[in-house]
Nanobody
Framework: QVQFVESGGGLVQPGSSLRLSCAAP????????IGWFRQAPGKEREGVSV????????YYADSVKGRFTISRDNAKHTVYLQMSGLKPEDTAVYYC???????????????????WGQGTQVTVSS
């Protein structure tokens, strides 16, 4: 059973930065777009950012544009989410998953994503 492993979360103050990593050891996900999602308590899981497998395509939710940057290193089977200017409303569990139906980044549709990890908690608080 393939499962992504997220890491890099933590407790930070508003305005801080974090870099999340999403790895799938032994899994060749180069042909899939990879997405980052987040879920805050009592809220639905929402798509944050997506990156295409090799065409440079990306998607960002309006709420994170200009603050978050997604990237991937296919040689290391890892996708990163660099988060800066963090706000309390960014507090959530962050998950990554592979879009097994698309290779380009598009508006994320939840049911197209598979191989969900356990998530990493990001808490932004003063």
């Amino acid at each position: 059973q393939v499962q992504f492993v997220e890491s890099g979360g933590g407790l930070v103050q508003p305005g801080s930065s974090l870099r999340l990593s999403c790895a799938a050891p032994g899994f060749t996900a180069e042909y899939y777009a990879i997405g980052w999602f987040r879920q805050a308590p009592g809220k639905e899981r929402e798509g944050v950012s997506v990156i295409g497998y090799s065409d440079g395509s990306t998607y960002y939710a309006d709420s994170v544009k200009g603050r978050f940057t997604i990237s991937r290193d296919n040689a290391k089977h890892t996708v990163y989410l660099q988060m800066s200017g963090l706000k309390p409303e960014d507090t959530a569990v962050y998950y990554c998953a592979a879009n097994t139906m698309r290779s380009r980044a598009t508006i994320p549709i939840l049911h197209e994503f598979n191989y969900w990890g356990q998530g990493t908690q990001v808490t932004v608080s003063s």
